[in-house]
C-alpha cells in the first residue's frame, strides 16, 4: 500500500460519505488532486473536524491503493486567516476550476505554488489586488493544461503581434486580430507583456504585477475560454456571485 506523509495540500471540496465521514477533494504539492476519506470526520471528537476546512494550508498523510485514498493524518500549516466576503467567494472560484479542469493524479507544483500564492492574496485586507491575482492564477492554470497558446504571436500564421492592433484570445481558435464585433480585446503590447511574464522562473510573481495594470478585457477574455473548457453551464461560484449583486 502506498503511503504519503507530510504531502502540502489544500481542501478543494468536502461531502458526505456517510454519518461520521467525509470523501475530500484534495490539491496536493507532489500527488496533484487526489480523492481521500476522512472517516469518522464528522464526528464532535475527531482532529480532522477543526482542520479540514477549504482555502487553508495543510500537511496531509495518506495511504492506499483505490481511487479514493484513505486519510490518515491532517495538519494545519497556518499562515494566513480565512478569506471573506467576496474573496471568499473569488477563493471557491479558484476551487472549482481546478475541480473542472485537472485530471486526478496529475501533479503541477508550480501551479500548487501559484494557488497557495494566490490564496495568500485572497486573504489580505487588499481588495485591489484580488482581481489581479485571479487574472495571474487564471493565466497559469490554462497554460499548465496545455489551453494557452502563444500570447505574442498569432495563433493560426504565427506571425508576431503588429504593435497597435488589437487582438482577441479564442477557443479553438487561439490569438487573433480582433474583429469589429469583438467586445473584448486587448493591444499587441498587452499579449505581449503577458507572455513575457509567463517566460519567467517563477511566473507568479510577474503575472502578478503584469496583470494589476491590464485593462478589464483580460477578464473577459480569459472568462470566456475557461468557460468554453469547463462544459456547460455557468460555473457554480460564478453564478452566486451575480445572484448576490443582484439582490
Known sequence: MKRIADEPGYVLHRYDWSEASLILEVFTRHQGRVALVAKGAKRPSSNFRPVLLPLQPLRLSFGGDAEIRT?????WVGGHVMPTGDALLAGYYLNE?????????????????????TVRALAEPRVDSDPAAL?????LLLRE?????????QTLTLEPLHEGSLYC????GGI?????????????????ALQAA???DPPY????????????????????LLTYHCGVGTLRTRQMLIDLQAL
Open 135 to 139: 487574472r495571474a492564477f487564471e493565466l
Open 97 to 117: 476550476l481546478l475541480l473542472r479542469l485537472l485530471a486526478r493524479d496529475d501533479p503541477h507544483p508550480g501551479l500548487f505554488d501559484a494557488y497557495a500564492a
Open 176 to 192: 487573433r486580430v480582433a474583429h469589429d464585433d469583438d467586445t473584448a480585446a486587448l493591444e499587441a503590447r498587452h499579449w505581449r
Open 205 to 224: 510573481p510577474a503575472l502578478l504585477q503584469v496583470c494589476a495594470s491590464m485593462p478589464a478585457a483580460l477578464r473577459a477574455q480569459l472568462r470566456r
Open 71 to 75: 486519510l490518515k493524518a491532517a495538519e
Open 198 to 200: 509567463l517566460d519567467t
Open 145 to 153: 493544461i496545455g489551453l494557452l497558446p502563444q500570447l505574442d504571436l
Open 169 to 172: 484570445l479564442v477557443p479553438e
